[in-house]
């Protein structure tokens, strides 16, 4: 079993609908999780990290951890076509742990 | 753009041969990670350094070797090559070892082992 588990999609979305993705993970030891969005070949993007449980809002973005389930998401609002990307989820352990352990990464398509 | 630079972009070569991925980190940052992108792997931990010190080794082959320059740029060498190292690899950097969560990629460098 992988340490960090996503579904690779792929999701194909209308322009305008929410976008749900998530990771669920078995090591209880991450404190920090991560989002990154990759275009085709190009290297991936940081889009926001959240240390622990809770949620964290940035524009269209939100991501939400919930440690107790060991499950974190990332919901896009009122997505664009310049959303389809693959997004990967990211996770680390203590601030002295320097591995980041990634999904597989989901595709995202957004149709116009 | 990241402010991460990788040199080169692709890079075609022979099994048996070596190779070296150059990379820049951001301006102000010291700590340098490599990454391998592969189809059946996805985005696996090589190694990382913190200003010119190897801090943490993931899954790097014994073939595989790295290091970080005064100028922190980093260097990662790859020899030996068989056709299961065709890949992207990536160079990320942080400011610091506390930042790790923070981490900035560069655009890659394609590697073809034929």
């Known amino acids: 079993q992988k340490e960090v588990e996503q579904d690779p999609g792929p999701l194909s979305v209308p322009e305008g609908a929410i976008v749900s993705l998530n990771c669920t993970y078995s090591n209880s030891a991450f404190q920090y999780f991560m989002w990154y969005r990759q275009y085709s070949r190009k290297g991936p993007e940081l889009l926001m990290y959240?240390?622990?449980?809770g949620n964290k809002e940035d524009g269209r973005f939100t991501a939400q951890v919930d440690k107790s389930s060991k499950y974190i998401s990332l919901f896009i609002r009122d997505s664009q076509p310049s959303d389809s990307a693959t997004y990967l989820c990211a996770m680390k352990g203590a601030w002295n742990d320097y591995k980041l352990s990634f999904g597989a990464g989901t595709t995202v398509t957004v149709r116009a | 753009d990241s402010g991460v630079t990788q040199t080169p972009k692709h890079l075609i070569t022979a099994t048996g041969q070596r190779v070296t991925l150059r990379c820049s980190p951001r301006s102000g940052d010291l700590s340098v990670y490599w990454y391998q992108q592969s189809l059946d792997q996805g985005l696996q931990f090589l190694i990382q350094?913190?200003?010119?010190?190897?801090?943490a080794k993931g899954n790097i082959l014994e073939r595989f070797s790295a290091q970080q320059f005064p100028d922190l740029h980093s260097e990662l060498n790859l020899s030996s090559l068989e056709l299961g190292d065709s890949a992207l690899y990536f160079c990320?950097?942080?400011?610091?070892?506390?930042?790790?969560?923070?981490?900035?990629f560069g655009p890659g460098t394609r590697l073809t082992v034929t």
């Open positions: 959240t240390y622990s449980s």
């Open positions: 350094y913190y200003n010119g010190e190897e801090r």
């Open positions: 990320a950097s942080s400011v610091g070892i506390d930042r790790g969560y923070e981490q900035y």
